[in-house]
């Protein structure tokens, strides 16, 4: 099923190892290709010809031992690997990998690597629910890694929790997922606008609003997944920009995002607004502090442009989809946005849902088309929310 492809598995240390083994056994009665990196820990547990039998491939250990190929090994092994899957992964790994430390041979490869990756964390359960194993778990989500998440149950250790390495069935069942990841959007441009806009009233104090840019970020990382050039066009967030964008643009004011848009423009050929800009912004900045007084204060607020209108204006045969967050009359104004801002098709959602608003991770829409179709989704994690969105486009692509 998979006879071209190659999956490069990470095996750090920790009793868990063995059940890689079931893991590549899996994977090749698939086809796969299977190399072995181990760090000098896993190699404690289980010795490296146990590995090498299954996988029928030699197993990298140390990075200055002598090399069994002219290739520089690290280098080739990231270019050959379809996934990179990390398991067992152990809290150290988990920690190099967020913080960018690539000290032996796996950690360096996974760094060079453009592939999928997906981690299988195991450890006790104190360890995994340790707020900085947390941080950088999340971390590595944020920049697009993928997980299996452990089970709970009797550790190695005697504790009772989470932090059992998943099932080899379940492992291969993911692999086997991000093996199929359609490559749908190669050689597509997409932009992607996301997160707030602030509009600043004076050097301390400006106008904003509750986005926190996820539902943006997914979707730029799953149109990488789809093989996509992506530009990120970001206002202030704290996420983690995926990895492999094209470009990204930080931008503060509506202003600046529709520079970055127009400057973008031309090499794109899509460009998705999911970003939540700012309609206003003060007529009048105070380059100094505005100082508290015994009257109320007034702040004039002039129009910002509206960034999909001009871009509907100009678009010809590109691609633009809108976004409509609305607490009242969903239908009625996200189709009255299609038609005056000449959009392909717009995302609505409910934002007095629970699940869909602002800073969650998950979102409940409904897609109307220029033709008026309207089609309702369940309550889905934004990376699913991202792919349905991502699939639509692909279908006006092939137009």
Known sequence: MFKDKTVVIGVSGGIAVYKTLDVISRLKKLGVNVNVIMTKSATEFVTPLSFQSLSQNYVVCDMFEDPKTWDVEHISLAKKAAVFLIAPATANVIGKMANGIADDMLTTTVMATKAKVLIAPAMNTNMYENPVVQRNINTLKELGYNFVEPESGRLACGDIGRGKLATPETIVDEVVKLLSTKQDLKGKSIIITAGPTMESIDPVRFISNRSSGKMGYAIASQAINRGADVTLISGPTNLTPPQNL?????????????????????????????????????????????????????????????????????????????????????????????????????????????????????????????????????????????????????MLLKR
């Open 246 to 394: 094209k470009k990204l643009v930080r931008i503060e004011s509506a202003k600046d995002m529709y520079d970055a848009v127009i400057e973008n423009f031309d090499e794109n050929q899509v460009i998705i607004k999911s970003a939540a800009v700012a309609d206003y912004k003060p007529k009048d900045y105070s380059d100094k502090k505005i100082k508290k007084s015994n009257d109320d204060l007034s702040i004039e607020l002039d129009r910002n442009k509206d960034i999909a209108y001009e871009i509907g204006k100009i678009k010809k045969d590109k691609i633009l989809v809108g976004f409509a967050a609305e607490t009242n009359d969903l239908i009625e104004n996200a189709k009255g946005k299609v038609q005056k801002k000449n959009l392909d098709f717009i995302v609505a959602n409910d934002l007095t849902k629970e699940g869909a608003g602002f800073g969650v991770d998950t979102n409940i829409v409904k897609i109307i088309d220029k033709q008026g179709n309207i089609t309702e989704y369940p309550k889905m994690k934004k990376e699913e929310v991202a792919n349905v969105i991502l699939d639509k486009i692909t």
